[in-house]
């Protein structure tokens, strides 16, 4: 390579760079600056700054109700999510008949099509008859969703640490349930709270499984796509960036969260 | 056991599960909510319940109305077909021209709906006459009550486009090269071909051969140089009228009034080809375990209180003779009970047979 060339490159990766972070924030930067936009189009030009459209976000009683119960389903599918995940990633240290395919299996809600999967909860549940609702069809849904990341989240976790801590604790006379409690949790639970917070953000942004299901409940996804097709509404920038931050956050919490597991799992790994 | 017998009577797996949710997850109160008496559960165009139209039909009808997310009217009969479908809500409204065939179902006996008892629908002879056709029924017994109507037609911005333009006249608005660049065209198979068969002079568009087809896709495609943007959902054609970035598009009613009410100088044409209306129909899913209550929201539907306020509030119309009753003649014409009155063309959004082959040719039409 000539020296020209060598010199070009480090040029070209940070022009690259540079785009890759353009194509990646400018959309949420135009969001947040559309947001205190004083006009009735969504769009520019910027005609002043106002809060009026974060005044409209707090004070829609139905966005404040979507947001509720995306937080709360959110929450328990979460719960669920992880709870089920553990048991499965628990279950696959031992072996038994059938193990390897249920790793694949677990996966399959991750690799279907949410249009599709939203059809055959839709379908299915009819069958069942299970009824529309939050804490029915929604929220099995959710879980079916979730279960799969949160399986991918917590299995590594698990297999991760030392095992002999555990064959040491029962060697010094402890039952299988107090090593859990006493070993395995204390472990990994900085992983299952990063599992949580996990499941919950891709809980609280699920939109297309949840329009097929949620009957007449509105979740903030559900809420948002409603006033984006319906009408021009020009404080959806604001609820953009309020979902954006409560996204975020819980996103942030659980990478900070994951970190601090990975730092503590290495201590105890083999 | 029958099915009525297992609802009234036992629990079925539908209430097991139901109430299996409730116990495990009681402290949340949504369930609990959906379990009240006189809730109903309801499928339709959610502006039909805006701002106080819902208080109205609640406080008429003594009933708590939960409006679902509405996407469409082939979504409503779609639900209202799939497993399960006819208990899900309790009451629900499409488009009357192609909610008859699957709501019948092939014949007596396979309805999907409850017949409706119009003893505790007295407001049903209230139904004007333009729409009587447009009720659903078999062997003397009604399913479908006509209760909302409205039109499509050319939307355009007055301070842009003259009003007494021969093309505000007309749908050439959105063919025609005087406005080129500032047209909006809705991407939809069934509504742009039939406004454009129209204005070619097609006296029946929905009975359009596979030739008339290919003649009209030609047109459209010579006709694309003029658009600025085909756009999917209502707010985008609001957004793009106010900006200004299209000065006259396909329109629907609740673009032009939604805009109005905020002051942007946007009408509607009275075309002279017609404007393409529709009618949406009520009907009650024979599984609907509150058809009392169901019956009560259609009469209120039906009803003065409603029926006035209905254009008001969302630009749609009654198909009540109650609705128009009190209005000026000026409110009358701009909201377009002309159409009924017979001093405004229209030609009723009619669903063709082969309507596969329209999707196929607007397909062209997009990708050329």
């Given at each position: 390579m000539s020296t020209a060339k060598r010199n070009a490159m480090p040029w070209l990766l940070r022009g690259y760079a540079g785009m890759f972070y353009l194509f990646l924030y400018a959309p949420i930067a135009l969001l947040l600056a559309l947001s205190f936009n004083d006009s009735q189009v969504m769009g520019f030009p910027f005609k002043g700054a106002t809060l009026k459209w974060y005044g409209e976000v707090f004070t829609d009683g139905r966005l404040l109700d979507s947001i509720v119960n995306s937080f709360a389903v959110g929450l328990v599918a979460a719960l669920i999510a992880t709870v089920l995940a553990l048991l499965a990633a628990m279950g696959l240290r031992h072996s038994f008949p059938g193990r390897d395919a249920v790793i694949p299996l677990m996966l399959v809600p991750i690799i279907t099509p949410g249009i599709v999967s939203g059809v055959l909860l839709y379908v299915s549940f009819g069958i069942a008859g299970v009824p529309y609702g939050l804490w029915t069809a929604v929220l099995a849904a959710h879980v079916s969703w979730v279960l799969p990341f949160a399986f991918l989240t917590i299995y590594p976790r698990l297999h991760r640490f030392d095992r002999s801590l555990e064959e040491a604790a029962m060697d010094l006379g402890a039952t299988p349930v107090v090593v859990f409690r006493k070993v395995v949790l204390p472990l990994i639970r900085p992983g299952i709270i990063a599992t949580l917070l996990f499941s919950f953000t891709l809980s609280f942004d699920e939109f297309i499984r949840t329009l097929f299901v949620a009957g007449s409940e509105r979740t903030t996804p559900v809420y948002l796509w409603l006033l984006i097709v319906e009408q021009m509404a020009p404080f959806l920038p604001a609820v953009g960036v309020v979902i954006m931050l409560i996204s975020v956050t819980v996103a942030a919490l659980g990478f900070w969260v994951s970190g601090r597991a990975g730092k503590l799992a290495k201590q105890f790994e083999r | 056991m029958s099915r009525d017998q297992s609802r009234s009577g036992g629990v079925d797996r539908r209430e097991f599960l139901k109430w299996s949710a409730a116990a495990g997850l009681g402290t949340f109160g949504g369930l609990a909510q959906a379990q009240a008496g006189a809730t109903l559960d309801v499928l339709l165009a959610n502006a039909l319940v805006g701002g106080p139209l819902k208080g109205i039909l609640e406080k008429e009808a003594n009933i708590k109305i939960n409006d679902a997310p509405f996407q469409s009217s082939t979504d409503v009969v779609s639900r209202l077909v799939a497993p399960g479908g006819t208990g899900r809500f309790n009451l629900m409204m499409s488009h009357s021209i192609f909610s008859r065939g699957p709501i019948l179902g092939e014949k007596a006996g396979a309805e999907k709906v409850s017949a409706v008892d119009l003893k505790r629908v007295p407001n049903f002879a209230q139904v004007a006459d333009t729409f009587k056709s447009e009720i659903i029924d078999r062997d003397g017994k009604v399913y479908g009550v006509p209760v909302m109507w409205g039109y499509d037609s050319v939307l355009f911005n007055k301070d842009q486009v003259p009003e007494n333009d021969a093309y505000t006249q007309s749908w050439g608005c959105i063919f025609e090269d005087k406005y080129a660049g500032k047209i909006g065209w809705f991407d939809t198979a069934h509504q742009m071909i039939m406004a454009a068969a129209l204005y070619l002079g097609k006296a029946k568009p929905e009975q359009l051969d596979q030739n008339e087809l290919n003649e009209i896709g030609k047109f459209l495609i010579a006709k694309k140089k003029n658009v600025r943007t085909l756009w999917t959902s209502f707010a985008q054609a609001e957004?793009?009228?106010?900006?200004?970035?299209?000065?006259?598009?396909?329109?629907?009613?609740?673009?032009?009034?939604?805009?109005?009410?905020?002051?942007?100088?946007?009408?509607?044409?009275?075309?002279?080809?017609?404007?393409?209306?529709?009618?949406?129909?009520?009907?009650?899913?024979?599984?609907?375990?509150?058809?009392?209550?169901?019956?009560?929201?259609?009469?209120?539907?039906?009803?003065?209180?409603?029926?006035?306020?209905?254009?008001?509030?969302?630009?749609?119309?009654?198909?009540?003779?109650?609705?128009?009753?009190?209005?000026?003649?000026?409110?009358?014409?701009?909201?377009?009970?002309?159409?009924?009155?017979?001093?405004?063309?229209?030609?009723?959004?009619?669903?063709?047979?082969?309507?596969?082959?329209?999707?196929?040719?607007?397909?062209?039409?997009?990708?050329?």
């Open positions: - | 957004n793009l009228l106010a900006s200004g970035e299209i000065i006259c598009t396909f329109g629907p009613i609740p673009v032009r009034y939604n805009l109005q009410k905020k002051n942007f100088p946007i009408t509607n044409a009275w075309c002279k080809e017609g404007v393409l209306s529709f009618v949406q129909t009520a009907y009650i899913p024979k599984d609907s375990k509150n058809q009392e209550a169901a019956h009560a929201m259609m009469n209120a539907m039906l009803g003065k209180s409603y029926a006035s306020q209905l254009s008001p509030v969302s630009g749609y119309l009654s198909a009540s003779k109650l609705g128009a009753q009190d209005l000026s003649a000026d409110e009358r014409k701009r909201w377009g009970y002309g159409i009924t009155e017979g001093t405004t063309r229209h030609y009723p959004l009619r669903m063709p047979p082969n309507l596969t082959n329209w999707i196929e040719v607007w397909s062209r039409v997009k990708s050329a």
